[in-house]
């Protein structure tokens, strides 16, 4: 209860302006248990205090730092990327200690960079290419 207390708090200084953006990250999720819960009632809240663009929730803790960085990065540049994926594998395989398919959490990851999906290599400013497995 502490911890949700916690993270409610935050998102309000991030709805308040006080962060320029928050990312509450989720480790080893699975579409079930209390975290799952607990992400729900965050992102419910985030909806109804209208601070979708300031703050995201979502799997994955190793690369919140690499993302905040990216995003700072981007916004110096005056970026706003167009991304074009390519996957060696399934995109749409649920890895293991994961809630959703690869392509949602690639498209998780991008929403801190305001980033688009982009299928035309002309127009994309970048390809990304991910290393999926063909199946779990």
């Not at 953006?21 to 965050?42: F, K, M």
């Not at 809240?45 to 190793?62: L, Q």
């Not at 905040?68 to 706003?80: E, I, K």
Request: charged fraction near 25%; include cysteine.
């Amino acid at each position: 209860a502490r911890n949700h207390a916690v993270n409610r708090r935050m998102i309000e200084w991030a709805a308040e302006g006080i962060f320029d953006y928050l990312i509450i990250p989720q480790d080893d999720t699975v579409d079930y248990g209390w975290n799952i819960a607990e992400a729900r009632r965050l992102r419910r809240y985030v909806s109804e205090i209208g601070a979708a663009d300031r703050v995201s929730i979502y799997p994955g803790t190793d690369e919140t730092a690499m993302l905040l960085l990216a995003r700072y990065a981007a916004q110096c540049a005056g970026c706003v990327p167009q991304v074009r994926l390519r996957y060696s594998g399934a995109d749409q395989i649920v890895t293991a200690y994961e809630d959703r398919p690869m392509t949602e959490m690639v498209k998780a990851h991008l929403g801190p960079l305001s980033g688009t999906l982009c299928d035309d290599p002309t127009v994309a400013d970048i390809t990304l290419y991910i290393n999926a497995p063909a199946e779990v």
